[in-house]
T-cell receptor, first 113, second 111 residues
Framework: AAGVIQSPRHLIKEKRETATLKCYPI?????VYWYQQGPGQDPQFLIS???????DKGSIPDRFSAQQFSDYHSELNMSSLELGDSALYFCASSARGVQETQYFGPGTRLLVL | TQLLEQSPQFLSIQEGENLTVYCNSSSVFSSLQWYRQEPGEGPVLLVTVVTGGEVKKLKRLTFQFGDARKDSSLHITAAQPGDTGLYLC???????????FGGGTRVLVKP
């Protein structure tokens, strides 16, 4: 079965640079979610989109922005990167009205130097 | 304050023994999901429970959702070394909204 696709899988950036993470949801899933996971921590919710509209917002820094496109894929844009942004970033997707189960992608490991 | 709490945080048992992981909250969730996560990888869904009192079985794993939809448990029968890993419970309150995670339980099954 098709899963959530994330790219790139690994990313190394310098402080103050920008990064764009991409997420391709499972086919026919209309909702995407972004989570950030630091070492030894739970995934922390950043933001979600349903049908291109923001659905819920968590602890997403103002330096970050995200959007969902008409083909349902999503991008997380991160600017003025800081050392503390180094983490695993997961995208998850779900189908509205189908138990709301969130399926996670393999993640993007971001390292800010 | 953690909205959802898992216990224990760490569990070490011998192969063949049984184990139970608990996920408790004072809040009601519309759904509760259990995941297993390997280091550096994304959480992999094990089960979703949505109905109070619901019991689901996945081979040697049994999941239960409390009647009031505030708590859940994961029971593993005759644990095997392949069951070693990090187990996460996560609660959802509405469609399109965040999952709240319970802190995780790291399980080690020794041969």
């Amino acid at each position: 079965a098709a899963g959530v696709i994330q790219s790139p899988r690994h990313l190394i950036k310098e402080k103050r640079e920008t990064a764009t993470l991409k997420c391709y949801p499972i086919p026919r899933h209309d909702t995407v979610y972004w989570y950030q996971q630091g070492p030894g921590q739970d995934p922390q919710f950043l933001i979600s989109f349903y049908e291109k509209m923001q659905s819920d917002k968590g602890s997403i820094p103002d330096r970050f922005s995200a959007q969902q496109f008409s083909d349902y894929h999503s991008e997380l844009n991160m600017s003025s990167l800081e050392l503390g942004d180094s983490a695993l970033y997961f995208c998850a997707s779900s189908a509205r009205g189908v138990q709301e189960t969130q399926y996670f992608g393999p993640g993007t490991r971001l390292l800010v130097l | 304050t953690q909205l959802l709490e898992q216990s224990p945080q760490f569990l070490s048992i011998q192969e063949g023994e049984n184990l139970t992981v608990y996920c408790n909250s004072s809040s009601v969730f519309s759904s509760l999901q259990w995941y297993r996560q390997e280091p550096g990888e994304g959480p992999v869904l094990l089960v979703t429970v949505v109905t109070g009192g619901e019991v689901k079985k996945l081979k040697r794993l049994t999941f239960q959702f409390g009647d009031a939809r505030k708590d859940s448990s994961l029971h593993i029968t005759a644990a095997q070394p392949g069951d070693t890993g990090l187990y996460l419970c996560a609660g959802g309150k509405a469609a399109g909204n965040k999952l709240t995670f319970g802190g995780g339980t790291r399980v080690l099954v020794k041969p």
